[in-house]
């Protein structure tokens, strides 16, 4: 299996500021790698597919960028409504992958 | 606008099997082209990737479950359903089903997830 490696595990933010998410994998996955946004209680939403292509709907703040093993999300200007827990996901093979999940909260 | 819903028990007792079905609207199974899959989350804990079933019967399920898992589809009622056997407190989680787009491998579609917990 592949392993995914986020970092930081949690990171706190204010609103307006600018967070970077980091994303590894265990082998080189192209740009098959999906990024995720999860509220409590709420299943995960899809922000980021193919390593940089925004989902539709989503805002144009949130970005992706990475190939092969490194991976970053990027939220330019922290909305309130963007605190969250995020997870990337391989999707270059199966079984599928989940990182272990980054908590942004507020500072 | 697809959409996916959970249905099944939300306790189940150790050793028996957890049964749930995936209630698919705004679009067909049978018309193929995506994977339909079961996701689950222990609770407070990250995601864990249970398999999936093409329309034609296909399946591929995760090799640390695989000898506990059975997914299945009938297309004729647009539902997918899971099943996994001798259930321990360790299966207890939020279970959602989802829809995996193979061409690029997002899951692009959720359930609203729904809490298993095993427990006698």
């Known amino acids: 299996d592949i392993q995914m490696t986020q970092s930081p595990s949690s990171v706190s933010a204010s609103v307006g500021d600018r967070v970077t998410i980091t994303c590894r994998a265990s082998?080189?996955?192209?740009?098959?790698l999906a990024w995720y946004q999860q509220k409590p209680g709420k299943a995960p939403k899809l922000l980021i597919y193919a390593a940089s292509s925004l989902q539709s709907g989503v805002p144009s703040r949130f970005s992706g960028s990475g190939s092969g093993t490194d991976f970053t999300l990027t939220i330019s200007s922290l909305q309130p409504e963007d605190f969250a827990t995020y997870y990337c996901?391989?999707?270059?093979?199966?079984?599928?992958?989940f990182g272990q999940g980054t908590r942004l909260e507020i500072k | 606008q697809v959409q996916l819903q959970e249905s099944g028990p939300g306790l189940v007792k150790p050793s028996q099997t957890l049964s749930l079905t995936c209630t698919v609207s705004g679009g067909s199974i049978s018309s193929g082209g995506y994977y339909w899959s079961w996701i689950r989350q222990h609770p407070g804990k990250g995601l864990e990737w249970i398999g999936y079933i093409y329309y034609s019967g296909s399946t591929y399920y995760n090799p640390s479950l695989k000898s506990r898992v059975t997914i299945s589809v009938d297309t004729s009622k647009n539902q997918f359903s899971l099943k996994l056997s001798s259930v321990t407190a360790a299966d207890t989680a939020v279970y959602y089903c989802?829809?995996?787009?193979?061409?690029?491998?997002?899951?692009?579609?959720w359930g609203q997830g729904t809490l298993v917990t095993v427990s006698s």
């Open positions: 082998q080189g996955i192209s740009s098959w």
């Open positions: 996901q391989q999707a270059n093979s199966f079984p599928r992958t």
């Open positions: 989802a829809r995996d787009e193979p061409r690029s491998g997002q899951i692009d579609y």
